[in-house]
Every structure is written in structure tokens, then in C-alpha cells.
């Protein structure tokens, strides 16, 4: 079992940045490909981006490229997601996730999820 753990997240104005922080409790984190989503109340959860198991990848979507950057780093189990130019649109529950391949994760079908943190951005 793999344990994800946001953190990072909160109320920021328009154009600030915030950088979430996601640790997992393995000893295998290579293993796993990374990636977030995020949720705003009354929508679909929304893939945010995904870095492949030794960082040779990585993916994002549209409404992020240019402001997200996403990270990690193996000797601190941890995955990162770096947001710049923050906008209100942004504002959600981000949730860090595992999977097998970053195909997967990219899908929405990683195998462990954490419980999320909120960034809210006002305008």
C-alpha cells in the first residue's frame, strides 16, 4: 500500500505562485509514475500533469503549460507541481496520484490517490 500526502496548498491572489507537495510512504517510489488532477466544485476531476518513473516525460494539460512545472525528486519520495501566474480558474482540490505507467496516470487510473489540497485563487 502506498500513502500519498498533499501539501502546499491555499489562498493566493491572482499571479502568485504556490508550489504542492506530494510525499509517498514506499520504498519503491521508482516504481511509479506521478501525476495530479484537480476537482472545482459542480466539475469533472481534470488531469493537471505526469512525470514518468525516472522523470524522462512529462505531460500537462493545455490550460497549464507554460505555468505548471512538475518535479521529482527520489531520495525524498516526493513529487512536485510548481504553479505560476496562478488564476482564478485554477482554483480546486489537487489530488497527487501513483500509477504503473504515466499512460495510466494520465487516464485517471493510478493506483493511489491522496485526499488532496485546496488552492483557492482570488481575483
Known amino acids: 500500500q502506498v500513502q500519498l500526502v498533499e501539501s502546499g496548498g491555499g489562498l493566493v491572489q491572482a499571479g502568485a505562485s504556490l508550489r504542492l507537495s506530494c510525499a509517498a510512504s514506499?520504498?519503491?517510489?521508482?516504481?511509479?509514475?506521478m501525476g495530479w488532477f484537480r476537482q472545482a466544485p459542480g466539475k469533472e476531476r481534470e488531469f493537471v500533469a505526469a512525470?514518468?518513473?525516472?522523470?524522462?516525460?512529462?505531460y500537462y494539460a493545455d490550460s497549464v503549460k507554460g505555468r505548471f512545472t512538475i518535479s521529482r525528486d527520489s531520495a525524498k519520495n516526493t513529487v512536485f507541481l510548481q504553479m505560476s501566474n496562478l488564476k482564478p480558474d485554477d482554483t480546486a482540490v489537487y489530488f497527487c496520484?501513483?500509477?504503473?505507467?504515466?499512460?495510466?496516470?494520465?487516464?485517471?487510473?493510478?493506483?493511489?490517490w491522496g485526499q488532496g489540497t485546496q488552492v483557492t485563487v482570488s481575483s
Open positions: 512525470i514518468s518513473r525516472f522523470a524522462s516525460s512529462s
Open positions: 496520484t501513483a500509477g504503473e505507467t504515466s499512460t495510466r496516470v494520465r487516464n485517471g487510473e493510478a493506483s493511489y
Open positions: 514506499t520504498r519503491t517510489f521508482s516504481n511509479y509514475a
